[in-house]
């Protein structure tokens, strides 16, 4: 069934687990992704994040990611990833998503705080549920970001986290503290320090929210749940792992043909199995 993101992560938050935030840029991984958490009897966010606007345009992938939310056994919110302009998170709304994340952690402080609280206002009263983003994940220098920063240098901090949910009113807060999109070179180890000081300041204003967790491990992962961690948007390492399917499919076939309705079928059954291992490490401190 559809419900807003707010009401799933009210009971994470009650049962002191992470609802796991999958992107769904296709068909397989919308199928696989729900046939998880239906195995697992577990609810979990379907994603369509902006980046993948170019894989397949929201408007089309829209009504299949409601019809499957709305027939699916367990609870489920339908939700934007990193929505950059205004123009698509307002579109994003009228073709029925119950969450948005509106992503304008690359402005000031200020200037995020101003355009959340008037996209907050606006959409409140519609029962959107609104995720921001405060502090960076660190861009490298080839793809843009300035060479003479780290990493730490974009953590989010306690103090202005505390005020950014007094000021803005949104309901979840996506912070860094160690984490970064894709899977890097090296284990991503989390600053859980820094968490629990965030979790301990922001308290109830808003569930904590963590992106890129494909690269941390597991380890890492249950010390985020514990720390208040609430809600882990989590797609590189599904991902990857399906394409791995599909090179030994086609390796075995040594040359002869090979039908990509096959393909697309050991895709979905890879993509199921590891949104299957994500959903109980998410769960995995779950009371
Ligand atoms: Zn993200």
């Given at each position: 069934m559809l419900v807003p993101l707010k009401t799933l992560l009210e009971d994470a938050k009650q049962h002191r687990y992470a609802v796991g935030s999958f992107n769904t840029p296709n068909l397989e991984t919308l199928r696989a992704v729900v046939q998880a958490a239906e195995a697992m009897g577990t609810p979990v966010t379907l994603n369509h994040a902006s980046a993948h606007n170019n894989i397949i345009p929201v408007e089309e992938i829209a009504p299949l990611m409601l019809k499957y939310a709305r027939e699916s056994k367990v609870p489920m919110s339908v939700h934007i990833d990193h929505g950059k302009d205004e123009i698509f998170v307002h579109k994003a709304i009228q073709l029925?998503?119950?969450?948005?994340?509106?992503?304008?952690?690359?402005?000031s402080f200020e200037e995020n705080v101003r355009l959340l609280k008037e996209f907050v206002d606006l959409v409140h009263p519609l029962g959107i549920t609104v995720e921001a983003e405060l502090g960076n994940m660190i861009l490298s220098a080839a793809d843009g970001?300035?060479?003479?920063?780290?990493?730490?240098?974009?953590y989010t901090d306690p103090d202005k986290a505390a005020e950014f949910c007094d000021r803005t009113g949104v309901d979840c807060l996506a912070i860094t503290f160690g984490t970064e999109h894709g899977i890097g070179e090296n284990p991503q180890m989390l600053d859980i320090e820094r968490l629990k000081e965030i979790h301990a300041k922001v308290g109830d204003r808003a569930a904590l929210v963590m992106h890129g967790?494909?690269?941390?491990?597991e380890e890492e992962i249950e010390k985020a749940v514990l720390g208040g961690i609430r809600k882990i948007n989590y797609f590189s390492a599904i991902d990857v792992a399906a394409t791995e399917a599909i090179k030994v499919e086609i390796e075995k076939a040594e040359g002869k043909p090979v039908h990509y309705a096959d393909l697309t079928y050991i895709a979905t059954e890879m993509l199921r199995e590891k949104c299957i291992e994500a959903i109980k490490m998410f769960n995995s401190v779950k009371i």
């Open positions: 029925g998503f119950t969450s948005i994340m509106y992503d304008c952690s690359d402005k970001g300035d060479p003479n920063k780290k990493k730490e240098d974009y967790g494909s690269g941390t491990p």
